[in-house]
């Protein structure tokens, strides 16, 4: 004789059965926006398999990190608390861009940059124009919620003049960003990424034509100007569970001129000393320098100032062109520490560190008066 569940009973079942059959459709429907990109197939795929980094589905570094002792919910609580002052508590400088000084042609022999901020950065070399890693949004996230600007960007996405080459690093928010790729593409720009990320690039409309997807060390040109995908050490993903399905890299461009550095997100390796051994030497190197925290799991791919300082000595740089603090609270510390530490490090060592506001222009064939600005924002 079968025993014949309480009414209550049945209805508190049918309820968290449906509760849990709208989660997962309403998780389903979230990860399935175009936001979250798209993963590796046919081709692509089949020269991610051949690739020696690309190891039971997933890429891996030249040099093993720690694994991660912080779980998701020890992170989030981290981040929801401390009492580092992570935010700045007044306006950060922003010198706004000229955008018809920019307009006009860049010199045929010339390197000149600014910052955009976090890692996004313009870039003039012998006579193209390049922007590395753009992020225009105003989140870093892929929902409405996350980590926000501290400032507005030196100049707007719809007045920069046509890009030559988009360098892209690796594929995380902070360095990949949908709505500026597609504004990018319109206005012609070519994208040049590491393998896996114009499967994200094709989703989002940009042209197959106008996506070059490299390895590491292979490399193509625009014009005379060189462009060399060059190792680092981070890791992927934009996703729950596809961490490292696609390659992250560094990059080298060299021109007829001049030549730099771009360092991406990364931890410190030996691979730079490499890196400047073949391609260098760099007459500036934009090296990461914020967003790292607690624990070797941590600094294993997202390095110190001072390793930075290091790398740009590996790379074998004349200037020292600091990106990756100043925009988004992202890591365990004061917003200005990574700044402080790393001028605190190039000055011990004898490193020429540029110390540029937002939207400031730095030569790489002219002195530069840089100032402690962070100082004035107390």
């Known amino acids: 004789m079968t025993t014949k569940l309480p009414r209550w009973l049945v209805r508190t079942i049918m309820t968290l059965a449906v509760l849990a059959a709208v989660l997962v459709a309403g998780t389903w429907v979230v990860l399935s926006q175009p936001q979250f990109g798209a993963p590796m197939a046919g081709a692509r795929l089949e020269r991610a398999v051949a690739n020696p980094q690309y190891k039971g589905g997933r890429f891996v570094n030249l040099e093993p990190e720690a ?14 608390s401390g009492d580092e002052v992570r935010v700045p508590p007044k306006p ?102 590491p393998l896996g990320i114009g499967a994200h690039l094709e989703r989002w409309g940009v042209p197959a034509a106008q996506i070059e997807e490299l390895e590491w060390w292979q490399e193509r040109s625009v014009g005379s100007v060189r462009i060399v995908c060059t190792p680092t050490r981070h890791y992927s ?29 990364t931890g410190y390796g030996k691979l730079f000393q490499d890196i400047g051994a073949r391609l260098g030497p760099f007459d500036m190197a934009f090296v990461k320098i914020g967003a790292y925290g607690p624990g070797q799991a941590w600094t294993d791919i997202h390095m110190t100032p001072e390793q ?26 004061d917003w200005d520490e990574p700044i402080r530490r790393a001028a605190a490090e190039a000055t011990r060592v004898g490193v020429e560190l540029v110390t540029p506001r937002l939207g400031e222009v730095v030569d790489a064939d002219r002195p530069f008066a840089s100032t402690r600005w962070w100082e004035s924002v107390r």
């Open 237 to 265: 993903g934009r996703g729950l569970n596809n961490r490292s399905t696609t390659l992250w890299s560094s990059w080298s461009v060299i021109g007829p001129q001049h030549r730099f550095f771009y360092s991406g997100d």
């Open 67 to 80: 694994p991660s002792d912080t779980s998701l919910v020890d992170y989030t609580m981290r981040q929801m």
């Open 92 to 193: 950060v400088p922003v010198q706004v861009v000229d955008k018809a000084a920019l307009a006009a042609a860049p010199p045929a022999s010339g390197l000149r940059a600014f910052w955009i901020g976090h890692a996004s950065t313009y870039v003039e070399i012998d006579g193209m124009r390049i922007l590395m890693d753009p992020v225009f949004a105003e989140r870093v996230s892929p929902l409405p919620v996350g980590p926000g600007r501290f400032h507005a960007p030196p100049i707007a996405l719809a007045d920069l003049p046509r890009i030559d080459a988009v360098l892209i690093s690796h594929d995380h928010y902070d360095h990949l960003d949908m709505d500026t790729v597609r504004h990018l593409a319109q206005r012609g720009s070519k994208f040049y990424v």
């Open 308 to 333: 930075a300082v290091q790398v740009h000595r590996d790379v074998r740089a004349k200037r020292m062109f600091p990106v990756h603090w100043s925009t988004f609270n992202l890591a365990y510390h």
